[in-house]
């Protein structure tokens, strides 16, 4: 009895969106063949990653936040650090990534914990540099929060430096970012900067 089922759609089939397009121009570009069997399927395969790593871009700090925010009479630092950040520089695409140390005193509100590592995955997750990455944290919980102050530090390593350029593989740079009293009085500043630098 013949077989009736239908043969397999070939994936050469599936028309490429614009995106994909442009991925298999690059490859042509660099001197590859995106024809060959190793690359057929890199255009989709980055652009799926690359959408995943710029999601941030549709991602609202009020959404992940959401109704995380409780009254609570709690005066004193509250700091969530060595927070895990991978984010893609905006000169060159390449990832920089380390960790992000951040701090508020409450003014009657606070926020579940957990939160903060996804306020900072907002905006990391988006083509970025990290100076303005650290402004934007800082500015989205002092809206949210409106404490008496925000500190946040990101301490990473940038590829751009690492495998292009000047090569160099163990340089780190770190960015500050200063709200409130952690701006204005030198010791909330200095207890902060202690606290998130300490190992352990």
Known sequence: MPDLKSPAE??????????????????AELGEDPDRDGLLRTPERV????????RGHEL????VIGDAVFEEDHHNMVIVKDIEMYSMC??????????VH??????????????????????ARRLQVQERLTEQIASAIQEVLQPQGVGVVIEAAHLCMMMRGVEKQNSRT?????????????????EFLRL????G
């Open 10 to 27: 070939p994936a050469s089939a599936v028309e490429p969106t614009p995106f994909q397009r442009l991925i298999h121009t690059m490859l």
């Open 47 to 54: 652009e799926k990653s690359l959408r995943w790593l710029t």
């Open 60 to 63: 609202s700090v009020r959404d």
């Open 90 to 99: 905006e000169h060159h695409m390449l990832p920089f990534f380390g960790k």
């Open 102 to 123: 951040v701090a508020y005193i409450p003014n009657g509100k606070i926020v579940g914990l957990s939160k903060l590592p996804r306020v900072v995955e907002v905006f």
């Open 174 to 190: 770190i960015t500050s970012a200063m709200k409130g009293v952690f701006l204005e009085d030198l010791r909330t500043r200095e």
């Open 196 to 199: 998130c630098m300490m190992n």
